[in-house]
């Protein structure tokens, strides 16, 4: 089956670093990604849509500047958290459709990065 | 602004019970339904729901979507204690297809 790989799947960094995190398509190709963040007890919330080839669409209330998204490449997709804060701590989750599949396919998501900013 | 409702928020129940998960929605370009199952990571893949009136099943577990009322059910029948997690709904809207979720209903069964 389809598979997403998400790296890392857990980091801890200081306030005000950078995080990047990384999303793979590892046997289909992706066009379109998409990232959520996840809050203890809560649902995933659409953060943006990620693009190959243009820029990122972002939700509303998600700072483009601050979650920056790369997706320089059919199989990848990347998060940058940029001066990560300690309310930036979630857990991060990429999905991604097979492009080779209907637009109405289920999304594959990755295992998720639990992000914990000190 | 699309929406997606679940109920109850949580749940606990008996192992062998049947327990019924619900999930409305409110948006403005309906494709599919999906339901998934969240264990510690990434949600798995439950069922996807395009038509009214059609129930899929997968072995003990089964979904229905009535697109008139606007809702979809989630049935688990001989609850286990492997099925503790939170079921998430999730509607795929818009032309970029992207999934809006639910809060998700937090399923625990006990022995």
């Known amino acids: 089956g389809a598979v997403v790989s998400q790296h890392p799947s857990w980091v801890i960094c200081k306030s005000g670093t950078s995080v990047k995190i990384e999303c793979r398509s590892l046997d289909f190709q992706a066009t379109t990604m998409f990232w959520y963040r996840q809050f203890p007890k809560q649902s995933l919330m659409l953060m943006a849509t990620s693009n190959e080839g243009s820029k990122a669409t972002y939700e509303q209330g998600v700072e483009k500047d601050k979650f920056l998204i790369n997706h320089a490449s059919l199989t990848l997709s990347t998060l940058t958290v940029t001066s990560a804060h300690p309310e930036d701590s979630s857990f991060y989750i990429c999905?991604?459709?097979?492009?080779?599949?209907?637009?109405?396919?289920?999304?594959?998501f990755g295992n998720g990065t639990r992000l914990t900013v000190t | 602004e699309d929406k997606v409702v679940q109920s109850p928020l949580s749940l606990v129940v008996h192992e062998g019970d049947t327990v019924t998960l619900n999930c409305s929605y409110e948006?403005?370009?309906?494709?599919?339904l999906l339901w998934y199952k969240q264990e510690k990571k990434a949600p798995t893949f439950l069922f996807m729901l395009t038509s009214s009136g059609i129930e899929k099943k997968s072995g003990r577990l089964s979904s229905i979507l009535d697109k008139k009322e606007l809702f979809s059910i989630l049935n688990i029948t001989a609850t286990q204690t492997g099925d503790s997690a939170v079921y998430l709904c999730a509607v795929n809207t818009g032309t970029a297809s992207k999934l809006t979720f639910g809060t998700g209903t937090r399923l625990q069964v006990t022995l």
């Open positions: 948006v403005t370009n309906f494709r599919s």
């Open positions: 999905s991604a459709r097979d492009s080779g599949q209907s637009i109405n396919s289920p999304l594959h």
